[in-house]
């Protein structure tokens, strides 16, 4: 009898996402999401923002746990929140709110294997958050983000939430980052010190430019500041997490 071992796709599993928020709310590296809540609120109020995208330029540069975090905040803050796990390839959001191995996600919907949209939608133990996973791993991710289906999801969930935070796939690997930023009202551009590559910057913005996307800003994450600059002192986010 032969015996055939499941192929890899060469990728590595994602952590889960580390919610500092809950766990440690006194944190400097919680008082920067707030700032960047905050900052993202301004602009938000100003363009009647409804969906937010937070993506990075390649792996490992934090965006998912950024994108978590500010999810909890805005629900902190009584916004009713949804988070959605766009990165078909790498996902987090199952791992991070304690649901990982669900079949009831994002994919699921997409190629109809649930009739509701509300199926697949998860509430959390914050208050006013609720999520939707990736979903099983699809042989086609691009496609399926670039479908009207998806485009769908969209609408109803803005008909549904104050606010949709979507954590999608970095912008320089694979195509499907680029094609979620014309569907969302804004983008967050997540940069890591010492990891993200001035090059590969300007070619995301680029990217980001060609596909006509509005542009928030940019988060500059796992930055050590020197101990006499920090009047709170020092913060940054764990760096083996995406």
């Known amino acids: ?44 109020e100003a363009q009647n923002l409804q969906t937010i995208m937070i993506t990075s330029t390649v792996a490992s540069e934090g965006k998912s746990t950024i994108a978590a975090n500010l999810a909890v905040e805005f ?29 009831k996600g994002l994919t699921s919907y997409l190629v109809h294997r649930f009739e509701e949209l509300t199926d697949v939608i998860h509430e959390t133990e914050v208050e006013n958050l609720s999520v939707i996973p990736s979903g099983p791993i699809p042989p086609n991710p691009a496609e399926l983000i670039a479908s009207q289906g998806m485009k769908d999801v969209l609408t109803q969930l803005k008909e549904s939430f104050d606010l949709v935070i979507v954590d999608a796939p970095p912008l320089l690997p694979v195509t499907d980052g680029q094609i979620m930023s014309n569907m969302v009202d804004g983008v967050v551009l997540v940069v890591r010190q010492n ?19 509005n542009i928030l800003g940019v988060v500059f994450n796992d930055v050590e500041s020197s101990n006499d600059s920090g009047y709170y002192g020092e913060g940054h986010y764990d760096n083996n997490e995406q």
């Open 75 to 103: 629900a902190h803050a009584g916004k009713n929140t949804l988070l959605i796990d766009t990165d078909l390839r790498r996902s987090t959001v199952d791992r991070t709110f304690g649901m990982h191995g669900t079949t």
């Open 195 to 213: 990891h993200t590559l001035k090059a590969g910057v300007k070619e995301a913005k680029q990217t980001l430019e060609n596909a006509k996307a």
């Open 1 to 44: 009898m032969a015996i055939f071992k499941k192929k890899s796709n060469g990728l590595q599993p994602v952590a889960a996402a580390n919610l500092f928020t809950l766990n440690n709310p006194s944190a400097v590296a919680t008082e920067q999401i707030k700032t960047i809540r905050t900052n993202i609120s301004f602009s938000q």
